[in-house]
């Protein structure tokens, strides 16, 4: 036998044995980008049980370990200020995910469930309990939770104060706990008669009886799962989050635990997006539907084109997630396959003409002149077109503007090239293909309120992921997409 082979049979297990180790002693099917270490979560104690359930499974599914550390709410999110680590937290309402985001250690958020107050009692209702008012007999003991640690204590104290018997119930109270749980546990030992909590909590000791009270009847809080912005894996981060709050896995958790679960995205690992978008919106979109993408662990399948063309397809049967139109006008021809939609930015009808404007062109009526090479967007396939015929319409010159048209175009970008080869003598286009352009060709602005388009953005009504759809249109209005639109010309039309 060669020497050597033994040493060649050593140096390739070493190497195997390495390549193991990196692989993190992952489980077949984990997905791409999934956690390289265990997820921190910081999860409210009232929510334990689907959490914890749901985790168990995340992990056996995908073998991805997840840390639960439980606590208040409010006690967990100064935790979270201070620690500055992390990966995800658990709010008992989405208060403290608000807050949270004030304070700059939270991004991302999903809903997961709804619940609301009740009073808890011992099964049988020994004490004969039933408002707020028999809380505050002498000989009832009540426990109440902290409001400024836990959720549950927080919405007591703002439900009660507006009805105005917050103050003599605190005074009475025999004691004030931190979580929600400490509560239920009080009552059920008999350490006190009466408690507030959640209608779910409740529902998770049978050796306790929720009593309804009026007080609370329209009172709902929801349970936010959210991604904290220091954390190190915020694709994983936000991947076990979709897990939570998706209707056929960690939803199913919370139905089980009386909780009232929200109408959450299906499940993927790697959800496959179909985003139509008008082609005038690509410059400002491009690299932040790539950034979206990378961060939730999706892909996008994005359709740029004129949007005559974009609603022709829908109406033959194609459903995008999420669509991004060009003009108003045509989002409304959709509208039936959208839930409402969002104005996003704007952008202006220009006319173009090559740098120096040799064709002394000054106002749209400069565009019936003999013999110019004149260059529109196509009145069928694009918003830019359909507004355009619109004023050409409103003025008289649509028809005489024809002798002149050489070359029609869905997109403005095409039109942009023709003029710069000088092909085309003047051009009606955006803004937004100007501003790129600018160093090597004129603008003259068009004067009529025709010519000024809004584009808006809205979610398909079909699509299986709503709640990611909705975080897209979140991340398409944040301060550093606005950067990015403005720098190429569109102007800015959303409040938040």
């Known amino acids: 036998m060669n020497k050597a082979t033994p040493i060649a049979i050593a140096v390739l297990a070493l190497v195997a044995a390495t390549i193991a180790g990196l692989l993190w002693n992952q489980k077949p099917g984990t997905p791409t980008g999934a956690a390289k270490k265990p997820l921190v979560v910081y999860c409210a104690a009232g929510v334990k049980p689907p959490i914890e359930a749901a985790a168990l499974a995340y992990e056996k599914e995908y073998g991805v370990p997840v840390q639960l550390q439980y606590g208040g709410s409010g006690t967990l999110l ?4 201070v620690t500055k680590t992390g990966d995800l937290f658990v709010a008992g309402d989405d208060s403290f995910i608000r807050l949270g985001r004030e304070q700059g250690v939270i991004a991302e958020s999903i809903s997961l469930a709804t619940m609301h107050p009740v009073i808890a009692v011992r099964k049988g209702n020994p004490k004969n309990i039933h ?23 927080k919405t007591t104290q703002r439900v009660l104060e ?3 018997s917050w103050a003599e119930l605190k005074a009475h109270a025999k004691v004030f706990k931190p979580t929600v749980n400490d509560i239920a546990n009080d009552v059920k030992l008999g350490a006190a008669d009466a408690g507030i909590v959640w209608n ?57 635990q009386h909780y009232v679960a929200v109408d959450g995205d299906e499940w993927a690992e790697t959800p496959e997006i179909k985003f139509f978008s008008g082609a005038m919106l690509r410059p400002g979109i491009e690299k932040t539907l790539k950034e979206f993408e990378e961060r939730e662990g999706c892909r996008i399948t994005t359709v740029y084109n004129g949007c005559g063309i974009l609603v022709a397809q829908m109406r033959t049967g194609q459903r995008p997630d999420a669509y991004f139109s060009c003009d108003t006008s045509f989002m409304k021809s959709v509208a039936d396959l959208y839930l409402t939609p969002e104005n996003i930015v704007d952008n202006d009808l220009m006319i173009l003409v090559q740098k120096g404007n040799p ?34 319409q409103q003025m008289n010159i649509y028809d005489a503007l024809q002798q002149n048209v050489k070359v029609e175009s869905a997109t403005g970008d095409f039109l942009v090239n023709q003029l710069r080869t000088g092909s085309l003598d003047a051009i009606v286009a955006c803004r937004s293909n100007y501003v790129p352009v600018r160093d090597s060709l004129d603008s003259i602005p068009i004067d009529n309120p025709i010519a000024h388009m809004i584009q808006p953005y809205a979610v398909g009504r079909e699509t299986r992921y709503k709640a990611m759809m ?9 301060a550093e997409s606005r950067e990015r639109f403005k720098s190429i010309g569109f102007g800015w039309q959303h409040k938040p």
Do not use: C
Not at 233 to 242: C, E, G, S
């Open 78 to 81: 100064g935790n979270i200020r």
């Open 470 to 478: 909705t975080r897209l249109l979140e991340t398409l209005t944040s």
């Open 359 to 392: 064709k002394g062109i000054h106002s749209v009526q400069d565009l019936l002149q003999p013999g110019l090479r004149l260059g529109l967007p196509h009145h069928e396939k694009s918003a830019m077109g359909a507004i355009a015929w619109k004023m050409f």
């Open 131 to 153: 408002a707020i008012a028999d809380l505050l007999r002498s000989d009832v003991a009540v426990a109440l939770a902290n409001p400024d640690a836990a959720s549950i204590g």
């Open 162 to 164: 507006k009805q105005g």
């Open 200 to 256: 779910a909590t409740a529902g998770q000791y049978p050796e306790l009886e929720a009593v309804s009270s009026p007080v609370f009847a329209s009172v709902a809080e929801t349970v936010t799962v959210g991604v904290l912005k220091n954390s190190e894996q915020p694709t994983a981060a936000l991947r076990f989050a979709r897990y939570l709050g998706a209707r056929d896995r960690g939803l199913l958790e919370f139905s089980k």
